[in-house]
């Protein structure tokens, strides 16, 4: 190779040098200002993260699994998967690929930022080029990999179906702006570096193209002019990126990182919270996902939307799709980049201003403790069955769960047998954290007191809540899904299997995608009857509709998304709907055309 | 003197003197607030009512009669569990109606 000019300069760079000094400065300065506004302790945390070995290999591995491959993607969907890997890791090889270029044939303008970008034109073909013929072939391969890709993404925009997606993102203005810009640098790159392939040399893509061309355009005057629109197209890109869904790219390499040094949302706008903002490529999965999207009207109320408006400043519509969210948790479980859809809403709801707060430091649980206290008989140890709100709206679970804590031998006693305390969790997902603490010390000074070893829940709601924000030492909280599970399988529960019977499991949010519990439940059903599947299962069940997270859905608006939960549950047919959360138990009941049980229920009735 | 019984406070409403701002903004950002016909059921629900008599229906009807304080004391002890709304034949999204009412003050003005 050897150069065709002697500066190594031509005027077409410019649009392309200036479109990445703006993309870069931006990224940076996105990036220090999200990096300081992290509280004290989590800055910390991620900075050492940042020169732990462990960490390093964990947040390479993960970028290029992720960012580059889509692994994620591939395993949800092939043809998107490989759609969106074919124009990151393409992409990528292609500025790798034209690096090594530079630095093999002319590795004195390496410095040069913008050589290995438009290397085509800048040299010309010598004998010694047979050498580079594999990287010659490799950049049009890759360049081939990256139309298809591109092709993919103009079939998927205008046919989402295709692609299996029924329904796709409304773009915004610059998303579009950018988004045929992005279409355009390819192909253009293509045209310019077939242009100058009889001088520059080619592979199996740009020599056929140039000596196509060359039948019908009679000289070279049209090169220079397509070399200046694809660096305009790339300018266009890269000053248009940080205000398009494109920003998912930058930003998910900061994303990935303190998602590994364990960052949480802490601040409704700043830090972690924005830069997933940042993150969310609009790719409109989460429309799909979303329970509420059986109402049209709904469609513009989920994540993707939510970032969106999050990131122009609109407060109404803020707060409005903030609070019609059910937090059921499936926009993060099918999420790529993995935003946290209900924790940015939980962070909305806190930051609102109330004239009147709740207190509960009046409430005097003394009564209740003593009653623990004296229940339990002197002695420590044994269960304390928690029944919680909602369990005492279905007492049918409840007796079903004492009846089989007695089947069983087991010691126990009941923590709220007349009256209790909400275990804070609905307070949680209004977004009133601080009510919801003084809660949580009134009950946990209950369980204390009782001296109980284990605390068996019958709500997954509660369930959650007293796993993760309870301090309770030496205690074990437990589902009783979990814990009728482990007395079947240690023999204390003798279970009838009915085989005729087939039953359905549906997992409650809070428990599946809420704690993770999926195969106990499962397992504790198959004990019963035959297990049969619903449509969508374990991180993808459905939502029943009644969920405590939404504050402003109506009883009219939730009953076609129960009803299409429930078609959902009965693809298969079965006798009964089992579930083991009361409130979508109650959900259920109201509009299902089979009986819908609790765990318990079930189980008490076979043993 | 201890006659056995001693007189209580009026508790006579004059309804001429009551500011309704409250309530009527209430009705405007949640209409159902309307359609609520004072069965108690969710009084009857209501895991707060031990503590504090919390019941929206007393609520609705303490909003009407100018009772503001008699409100607010019930609704400081509300744990927004949801039990009213899954018992209401209404309908009433129960929780919405609360968290509306905590935020507006006893001017009827959304605090912000």
């Known amino acids: 190779m050897r150069e065709r000019f002697a500066n190594g300069f031509d005027p077409f760079v410019i649009p392309f ?78 500025i790798l690929l034209g690096h090594l270029e530079v630095i093999l044939f002319l590795p004195n303008r390496i410095h040069l930022f913008y050589y290995p970008i438009f290397f085509n034109y800048f040299v010309a073909e010598t004998e010694s080029t047979i050498q580079g013929s594999l990287l010659m072939f490799l950049m ?72 196509v061309f060359r039948q019908f355009l009679g000289n070279d005057l049209h090169a220079l002019p397509t070399w200046w629109a694809y660096s305009i197209a790339l300018c266009v890109f890269m000053c248009v990126l940080p205000f398009t869904r494109y920003m998912h790219i930058p930003a998910e390499m900061l994303l ?72 059921c948790g499936k926009c993060t479980a099918v999420c790529q980049v993995g935003v946290q859809g209900p924790e940015l809403r939980i962070a909305q709801r806190e930051r609102r201003a109330y004239a009147l707060s709740p207190s509960y430091s009046a409430i005097n649980v003394r009564p209740l403790a003593s009653a623990v206290v004296h229940g339990a008989g002197g002695e420590s140890g044994g269960v304390l069955y928690f029944a919680g709100c909602m369990t005492h709206l279905t007492p049918s679970i ?74 309770l030492e030496g205690v074990r909280v437990v589902h009783h899904s979990v814990f009728f599970e482990e007395l079947i399988a240690g023999g204390q529960l003798q279970v009838r299997r009915d085989d005729g019977l087939k039953l359905v499991f549906h997992d409650p949010c809070e428990l599946g995608r809420g704690c993770g519990i999926y195969e106990e439940p499962r397992r504790a059903v198959a004990a019963a009857g035959e297990l049969v599947e619903a449509g969508k299962h374990h991180a993808e069940a459905i939502c029943c509709g009644g969920s405590l997270g939404s504050l402003t859905l109506s009883y009219d608006q939730r009953r076609p998304m129960t009803r299409n939960a429930l078609e959902n549950l009965t693809v298969a047919n079965p006798d009964q709907i089992v579930t083991a959360c009361p409130l979508c138990l109650a959900t259920f009941v109201r509009q299902a055309d089979r009986p819908v049980r609790d765990i318990a229920e079930v189980l008490d009735a076979h043993c | 003197m201890d006659f056995g019984f001693k007189l209580s406070p009026s508790s006579a409403v004059n309804l001429d003197t009551v500011d309704h701002a409250r ?23 209501c895991t707060a009512a031990p503590w504090s008599g919390m019941s929206v229906r007393k609520v609705l009807l303490g909003l009407q009669r100018g009772r503001d304080d008699e409100v607010d004391s019930m609704l400081s002890k509300c744990m927004l569990c949801g039990k009213c709304t899954m018992v209401c034949p209404r309908g009433i999204n129960t929780r919405h109606l609360i968290l509306t009412l905590c935020r507006l003050s006893r001017k009827g003005e959304v605090v912000r």
């Open chain 1, 398 to 471: 409840r007796r079903a769960t004492a009846s089989l804590l007695d089947k069983a031998g087991v010691r126990w006693q009941m923590m709220d047998p007349e009256n209790g305390l909400c275990c804070g969790r609905p307070l949680m997902m209004a977004g009133r954290t601080e009510q919801a603490r003084e809660l949580i010390a009134k009950n946990a000074e209950i369980i204390r007191a009782s001296g109980c070893d284990t605390l068996l829940l019958s709500c997954p709601i509660c369930y959650k809540v007293f796993l993760e924000e309870y301090k």
């Open chain 1, 140 to 211: 049009d391969f890759f360049l081939l990999i990256i139309l298809s890709g591109i092709v993919l993404a103009i079939i998927k925009r205008f046919a989402s179906r295709i692609v299996g997606m029924r329904r796709t993102t409304r773009l915004s203005l610059m998303d579009q702006v950018g988004l045929y810009s992005l279409w355009a640098i390819f192909p253009l790159r293509l045209l310019a570096e077939s242009f100058t392939a009889h001088i520059s040399g080619g592979s199996f893509l740009t020599i056929p193209a140039n000596w």
């Open chain 1, 17 to 94: 040098l200036i479109g990445m000094a703006f993309v870069l400065g931006y990224c940076i300065v996105a990036m220090f200002r999200i990096i300081i506004q992290l509280p004290k302790a989590d800055r910390k945390r991620f900075l050492l993260t940042l020169i732990t070995p462990k960490y390093i290999w964990m947040n390479i591995r993960d970028i290029f699994l992720n960012c580059l491959i889509h692994v994620k993607l591939w395993k949800r969907n092939k043809v998107l998967g490989y759609m969106h890997s074919s124009i990151a890791f393409g992409w990528f090889m292609i």
């Open chain 1, 256 to 327: 990935i990182p303190m998602r590994n040094a364990g960052i949480r949302i802490r601040h409704p706008r700043k830090g972690f919270a924005l830069l997933e903002v940042y993150s969310c490529p609009a790719c409109g999965v989460c429309i799909d996902a979303c329970p509420m999207s059986v109402r049209k009207v709904n469609c513009k109320d989920t994540t993707v939307y939510l970032n969106r408006m999050l990131r122009r400043g609109n407060e109404r519509r803020i707060e409005e799709i903030s609070d019609k969210c059910l937090l």
């Open chain 2, 23 to 45: 309530y009527d903004r209430l009705v405007q950002l949640v209409p159902d607030a309307l359609t609520c016909i004072g069965c108690g059921s969710c009084s009857a629900t």
